[in-house]
């Protein structure tokens, strides 16, 4: 940009300013000459920006122009230089926070699972509830009656609950007698239900397709004098966050059935208190490559007084099936020590 000049006779002083172009607010000396004009002083630097650059100085007020009896003016407020340009970021962006530790793993059981529900009300049951779908019972008790009202060890005893392939049972409490309880006929979940005097068995998964699961999730069983859980058909029983109390064997895979298949079964965070007549958690049949996982399971009992994982040799004759081991062994029964927690 040029420096302009502007006649003073436009402010009444016969003299010329100079008007600089530059940087920060240095302001121009003022001129003290005698019959010549002194030229002014330079002006001062200009302040510093308000960011990181210092402003540049002022440019130099002209000198006076030669009058009679009046010194030259100095030179005029020059501006300060422009502010120094903002500092750009950091080139290299910061590097990752390191990955976070793993969590630990969770507790084993604890006894909260053992909390048993009061019922709502109770429902006699003299026929067989057939559920396609869900079927909510609002932590009712339900008890069997006249051709169900028996709680007998007979293995032709007809069920409460007859669950189908894909049907739900939930927030049901049976009571005493509950005949044999639940059948499932395929894939088919329990959530929540509670035996308060098992009969011959709690529930029974029955059905045809190696594919097919049983889940129980929640709920408890108590005074089971055999069997929990019965596993007849093929596939897959799933049972977690549970409590059994006061039993024979929390599962068992069917180890004289007419019809035999491979069975499996997984229990997960699962307490058990043993009664007089427990022989073992679960059992299964290695000749029929059965498999049995287990994690975060709590007995509570002395160590090792229980049978963790009960192997058999099963048959289809009906005949009373042998044992043929016990305890982890990487192939049928399939836990860690870590697995097992045992409180007294």
Request: glycine share 20%.
């Amino acid at each position: 940009m040029q420096p302009r000049l502007l006649p003073l006779a436009l402010l009444g002083i016969g003299a010329w300013i100079l008007y600089g172009c530059g940087g920060g607010m240095g302001t121009g000396g003022t001129g003290n000459g005698g019959d010549s004009g002194t030229a002014g002083a330079s002006g001062a630097a200009g302040t510093a920006g308000p960011t990181a650059g210092a402003g540049g100085g002022g440019a130099a007020g002209a000198a006076g122009t030669t009058v009679t009896s009046r010194g030259g003016n100095g030179g005029t407020t020059s501006r300060g230089g422009n502010g120094g340009t903002t500092g750009r970021g950091g080139a290299t962006a910061g590097s990752a926070g390191s990955a976070g530790t793993s969590g630990s793993a969770g507790a084993p059981a604890t006894s909260s699972l053992c909390t048993w529900p009061t019922a709502s009300g109770t429902t006699m049951v003299t026929s067989t509830y057939n559920v396609g779908g869900m079927f909510d019972g609002g932590m009712k008790r339900f008890v069997g009656s006249g051709p169900l009202g028996t709680s007998s060890q007979s293995e032709d005893q007809n069920p409460l609950f007859l669950l189908s392939d894909g049907a739900t049972l939930q927030n049901v409490i049976l009571g005493n007698p509950a005949a044999d309880g639940v059948h499932c006929a395929g894939n088919c979940t329990l959530k929540n239900v509670w035996w308060e005097d098992v009969g011959e068995d709690a529930a029974t998964l029955e059905g045809t397709s190696p594919t097919q699961v049983m889940t129980i999730d929640g709920g408890g069983a108590q005074k089971a004098s055999d069997k929990v859980f019965q596993h007849n058909g093929p596939g897959t029983m799933v049972i977690k966050n549970f409590c059994a109390q006061d039993f024979g064997k929390l599962y068992r895979s069917c180890g004289n059935c007419d019809t035999q298949y491979t069975r499996h079964v997984e229990v997960q965070n699962v307490m058990v208190v043993p009664g007089s007549s427990t022989s073992a958690l679960v059992g299964v049949n290695s000749n029929y490559n059965d498999t049995a996982k287990l994690s975060s399971i709590l007995i509570k009992a002395a160590s090792n007084s229980l049978t963790v994982c009960q192997r058999y040799t099963g048959n289809n004759t009906g005949a009373e099936p042998p044992k043929n081991g016990s305890g982890a062994d990487g192939t049928v029964c399939m836990y860690s020590t870590s697995d097992i927690t045992w409180m007294p």
